[in-house]
């Protein structure tokens, strides 16, 4: 189960809503080649047609990536975060893509579209609510229930898996992660049914975790900026104070097991703000649990009415974000002006 809470703080009135709860699953380094994005590629292919190419195709065609992120699901990304509009990354897992996620609109990821109507997507695929998947560890059927269906379909496109998160206050395509069949087992993003083995990443050592964590923030603040620039709000900065606000909210209500914006032993987001001396104006946080990464946590955000404001809000300069396991915190502050 997925859960995500909206608390706004105000400096001046100090109010505080809390709408209903919802249960909804720099500079560029010399070395890195000009990221034009598949406009070399011919029209009949694109990010699609990644999966399954060498590490040394990967480079060949892009450069190196702007960073290389750790994974939960044993493949690392390779992040490509050059412009807002041509924003993707690439999973790598021995020497391979079997991954890719896309939300920069103006990356080829044919016969899909950012920013497509949902409705021409419907008229060009066929969208299922059973999907099986056949590998030589057993045979797996992904059941989506009818809200997988209306906001995150998953396709066949050849033997790539395409999950399209749809953005439903616009009716179109916000982005898409493409999948080979291990990768998506593995991930378990639909209720599973299956025979066989079990397809399961390898446990993670404490350093490992903690580098995935900061990798889930990172791409957090990434996606963010994505989608509001997509939406003509300025980007956000990040806020390392504010960062290590909603990483200990995270990490206290991944350890004492609860889930919500007032801390037990902490308080609210204005009390957890002062006591680590952030000096701000006006501070927004939203908070997600249970989504696979922040990829997913994101477009969770993005579906909802509250969340999204505070996502979208123009007066938010500055974002820290925290995550422990799979809770994830995004403190938005305005600062104060010295």
Request: with cysteine; net charge neutral; glycine share 4%.
């Amino acid at each position: 189960m997925k859960w995500f809470l909206i608390v706004l703080l105000l400096s001046v009135s100090f109010f505080y809503f809390f709408p209903e709860d919802l249960s909804f699953p720099e500079q560029k380094p010399e070395h890195v080649k000009e990221n034009n994005l598949l406009t070399e590629v011919p029209a009949s292919e694109g990010v699609v047609s990644l999966i399954g190419k060498s590490v040394e195709e990967v480079k060949k065609q892009f450069g190196n990536p702007m960073r290389i992120d750790y994974s939960a699901y044993d493949y690392k990304w390779w992040i490509y975060n050059h412009q807002p509009q041509t924003y993707f990354q690439i999973g790598i897992l021995r020497n391979r893509v079997v991954t890719a996620y896309v939300c920069g609109e103006k990356v080829n990821i044919r016969p899909l579209q950012i920013n497509q109507p949902v409705k021409e997507v419907f008229k060009k695929l066929s969208i299922d609510s059973s999907i099986s998947v056949s590998h030589e560890s057993g045979i797996y059927h992904f059941e989506l229930s009818e809200e997988d269906l209306t906001f995150q379909p998953l396709v066949k496109l050849g033997d790539v898996y395409a999950q399209i998160y749809i953005d439903r206050f616009t009716g179109k395509v916000s982005s898409v992660r493409f999948m080979d069949a291990e990768t998506l087992i593995k991930m378990r993003p639909y209720e599973l049914v299956y025979r066989g083995e079990l397809l399961t990443p390898k446990p993670l050592s404490a350093e490992e975790q903690k580098k995935v964590e900061q990798a889930n923030a990172k791409q957090i603040l990434d996606i963010t900026n994505v989608v509001r620039q997509r939406h003509h709000v300025r980007m956000v900065r990040w806020d390392e104070k504010t960062a290590n606000v909603a990483y200990k909210h995270s990490k206290d209500m991944r350890e004492n097991q609860f889930f919500s914006h007032d801390s037990p032993v902490h308080g609210d987001l204005k009390n957890r703000l002062e006591t680590s001396e952030v000096k701000f104006q006006i501070a927004g946080e939203n908070i997600a649990a249970q989504y696979v990464d922040g990829i997913a946590a994101v477009a969770g955000w993005l579906n909802s009415q509250s969340h999204r404001e505070t996502l979208l809000n123009e007066q938010f300069t500055h974002l820290g974000v925290g995550v422990s396991d799979k809770y994830y915190t995004q403190n938005f502050i305005k600062p104060q002006p010295f």
